[in-house]
Nanobody, 120 residues
Framework: VLYEESGGGLVQAGGSLRLSCAAA????????MGWFRQAPGKEREFVAA????????AFGDSVRGRFRISRDNAKNTMYLDMNRLKPEDTAVYYC??????????????WGQGTQVTVSS
């Protein structure tokens, strides 16, 4: 298993959740990491990414200003703090290694993800 996503759940609109991605050290070390999501009937979309040293971040237009990404390299873990959640944020959320030059490009296989459901 390359990574394990956790922290999803059911939350009301306007609420918050924190997702975690625990990755294998050989994957996490020295690599940019990203979050993606896939809603039912839709293609997987980019949510956010962070460089290996946390020096740079990128966000999808739909989450910018509401979501925050961070990582703890000592724990091989990445986080996604989601605030002011909307029903349209409902999706399965996945983490992945991403390209350092193109943070929207995932590089490895997908895990099982964690379900986030936002009720109106």
């Amino acid at each position: 298993v390359l990574y394990e996503e956790s922290g999803g759940g059911l939350v009301q609109a306007g609420g918050s959740l924190r997702l975690s991605c625990a990755a294998a050290g050989r994957i996490f070390k020295d690599n940019a990491m990203g979050w993606f999501r896939q809603a039912p009937g839709k293609e997987r979309e980019f949510v956010a990414a962070i460089t290996f040293n946390a020096g740079s971040e990128a966000f999808g237009d739909s989450v910018r200003g509401r979501f925050r990404i961070s990582r703890d390299n000592a724990k091989n873990t990445m986080y996604l703090d989601m605030n002011r959640l909307k029903p349209e944020d409902t999706a399965v959320y996945y983490c992945n290694v991403v390209s350092n030059s193109d943070p929207k490009r995932p590089l490895a296989s997908w895990g099982q993800g964690t379900q986030v459901t936002v009720s109106s």
